[in-house]
């Protein structure tokens, strides 16, 4: 008689990493590396409003499930038992990105892994890949304990946007890293660029380090959020004034810059025939061209604000001070 074929089971990454790090960058760029592998991505933002889930790059091969406004380590944990279970009943994948949120302690997410056994015989974690900014490392660890917490459980750690640093402030930020994970692959990285053999299938996880981590992690414990950072999100089916835009969250930025922890907005900009992506990380801005609006598709203005102790209502009227008037 002979023996059943073992159940291959599919590789899971989860990237994370602080707000702004360049984990959809990472998404995007390892996607288009992999056009010939069938991979399901699972995005999760902290705001109500799925904006990173809108830029990231559609082909054939892809599955994309989101999840909004809750975290995948607490309010929507349930919710990635489901969808992992889905996933894998649908189709053969090669593969399964999560992205998480910034805001996200990484054991619980992890743990979901070994504490469902519908889950355990046909996905397996490969690897956690945290990406850190390393323009803004040191205040990310010193404002939140995930950052710390993403670090210390990282398999491989990309340091992201080392072009924006001298010599002496990678190695220092080398340094601080090495001291919260002596153990995980470090690689330098611009705009998130690396090779996909780096990151993925690489079979880093190993649960007994990550237990001497965070002993308790496989413990069905609740997570809590820093209660003073919050999100919201804006809206607008009008075109705005681009221009206007970038002066006043310019203005925003340096007012604002140590608690407005991270901006991501597409917009239905006047002048533009692209969507209009604009980003910020406490105090840098950047503005670029995406994709053209597809014929079918309504014209809007979404936009994700992220920080500690900020006014809605005050950026609401900020907001629709650059909204073009019909």
């Not at 995007?28 to 990173?52: C, P, S």
């Not at 956690?128 to 750690?157: K, W, Y």
């Not at 681009?242 to 922890?261: Q, R, T």
């Not at 533009?272 to 995406?290: A, G, K, N, Y």
Request: proline share 3%; aromatic share 6%.
């Amino acid at each position: 008689m002979s023996q059943a074929k073992p159940q291959k089971r599919i590789p899971a990454t989860v990237v994370t990493g602080f707000l702004g790090s360049g984990k959809t960058t990472l998404i995007n760029y390892l996607l288009k590396e992999q056009r010939d592998k069938k991979v399901a991505v699972i995005v999760n933002e902290f705001g109500e409003i799925g904006i990173d889930g809108q830029i990231v790059v559609e082909e054939d091969n892809e599955q994309l499930v989101e999840f909004n406004n809750g975290c995948l380590c607490c309010t929507v944990r349930d919710d990635l038992v489901k969808t992992l279970i889905s996933l894998t009943q649908r189709t053969e994948l090669d593969a399964i990105l999560i992205e998480t949120t910034g805001l996200a302690d990484p054991a619980p997410v992890a743990s979901t892994f070994f504490v469902s056994d519908e889950i355990k015989p046909s996905i397996k974690l490969d690897a956690f890949i945290t990406v850190v900014d390393a323009c803004n490392l040191e205040r990310s660890l010193a404002g939140s304990h995930e950052a710390q917490e993403q670090v210390a459980f990282a398999d491989v750690i990309l340091i992201n946007k080392t072009d924006l640093v001298d010599a002496e402030e990678l190695a220092s930020v080398e340094q601080k890293l090495r001291s919260l994970n002596p153990l995980a692959k470090i690689h330098h990285t611009q705009n998130s660029v690396i090779d996909p053999a780096l990151i993925l299938g690489v079979g880093a996880f190993e649960l007994a380090a990550k237990l001497e981590v965070d002993p308790t992690f496989l413990e069905d414990l609740d997570h809590e959020h820093d209660a003073e950072v919050g999100s919201f999100a804006l809206s607008s089916e009008q075109p705005i004034d681009i221009n206007k835009f970038m002066i006043w969250m310019n203005d925003v930025a340096m007012e604002k810059g140590e608690d407005l922890y991270r901006t991501k907005g597409l917009f239905y900009a006047r002048g533009f025939s692209e969507r209009v992506l604009f980003q910020s990380v406490r105090m840098l801005t950047s503005m670029s061209r995406d994709r053209q609006w597809k014929p079918d598709e309504a014209k809007r203005s979404d936009f994700v604000v992220i920080g500690r102790n900020l006014n809605r209502d005050e950026f609401s009227e900020g907001f629709h001070k650059c909204v073009v008037a019909g």
